[in-house]
């Protein structure tokens, strides 16, 4: 969520925490979020808690996504908000 978000010009995670809260139908395809968007103090809190040098990798070890298949990933969501 955070990465879309990004990606479509958010700044900040209070904006971040609108956008989702926005596009929650699109959202719930890919996780559930039974108790809606994360707020944005959590959403700081998790992504502060991510250890840069093991996302630095061309495969993120600690999610096991090569960075094409994210990469066509994104570009299929994207796509659906053009």
Known sequence: MVLCAT???MEDFV???LWGDQRLDFLRRFYPFERGVPSHDTLNDVINAI???VCAAPQCS???ISSATL???MTRALSRWT
């Open 51 to 53: 250890d840069p040098q």
């Open 15 to 17: 904006e971040i925490k």
């Open 7 to 9: 990606l479509a010009g």
């Open 71 to 73: 990469s066509a990933a």
């Open 62 to 64: 600690a999610c096991s």
